[in-house]
């Protein structure tokens, strides 16, 4: 069962979305190649990816990193699929966006003639993010995949993680310019706010951002309405793309919108332990009215969301009291 599917690798194993795609790979019959930054020290656990079900004979685990292209030449070597998951997040602009966006770029470009080199290779799917469609100077409420956002507004305006927003706009340009270029199959997704359960040490930031107001912060980053989906719904629809026998371009994966009140409705009513502001403080809040990013796209190819918006609050907020990043 283990090899009838062929071998994949995961860039960003340790991530959030990377870490959960490997656990969905594994339990399909997958074995997964994956990549992590080296860790001289071995200071790094990563018994939780280690531990998953089907790990001992089916994952291995290679260094690499974006900074070195070539340092992912043995982790693709051998496979048929790759998810380039890996990016470079700089939230704080320790580095400049020149070169935060140059890294990208040619961290991907460097995986994708690794790709090309490999022979085996038949499909990779990158994961781009919404940042790279919404940011544009137009009043729309729905966006498609047709959608790119605009680099010089990122520059005039410079939102939060504007310098993470311009280098996944143009890194997912580069990689679809260089796939019709050179003949390679690659196929982008695009995630918006990613909540729902997590297996990786670390709080994802994506749930902090989206639920902020559990963790005593009202809005950290403007928003008066985000769009959001489970972990497990992006991580299935990776593979459905890469199982598809013809799939072209880019895909939105988001199913959800909410605006901040309707997060705490939800909260307050379901979860009144939890002490969050009231509706009345919250109307004190203003912020982008980020767009709904339609996936008619990827369900149209025929795949399927599975999990709905209470499914996605009710497994984050178990999932935080469990680790111990919640508590009355």
Known sequence: MAEEKGRVCVTGGTGFLGSWIIKRLLEDGYSVNTTIRADPERKKDVSFLTNLQGASEKLKIFNADLSIPESFNAAIEGCIGIFHTATPIDLEMNESEEIVTKRSIDGALGILKACINSKTVKRVIYTSSASAVYWQDKDEDVMDENYWSDENLLRDLKPFAWSYSISKTMAEKAVLEFGQQH?????????????????????????????????????????????????????????????????????????????????????????????????????????DKLPHLTSKKLMDAGFEFKHSLEDMFDDTIQCCKINGYLSV
């Open 183 to 287: 003949g390679l199959d690659v196929v982008t997704i695009i995630p918006t706010f990613i909540l729902g359960p997590f297996i990786c040490p670390k709080l994802p930031g994506s749930i902090y951002t989206s639920l902020s107001l559990l963790f005593g912060d009202k809005n950290p980053f403007g928003f008066s309405r985000l769009h959001m989906v489970h972990v497990d719904d992006v991580a299935r629809a990776h593979i459905f793309l890469l199982e598809h026998p013809n799939p072209k371009g880019r895909y939105n994966c988001s199913p959800f919108i909410a605006t901040i009140d309707e997060i705490a409705q939800f909260i307050s009513s379901k979860y009144p332990e939890f002490h969050i502001p009231t509706l009345d403080e919250l109307k004190e809040i203003k912020g």
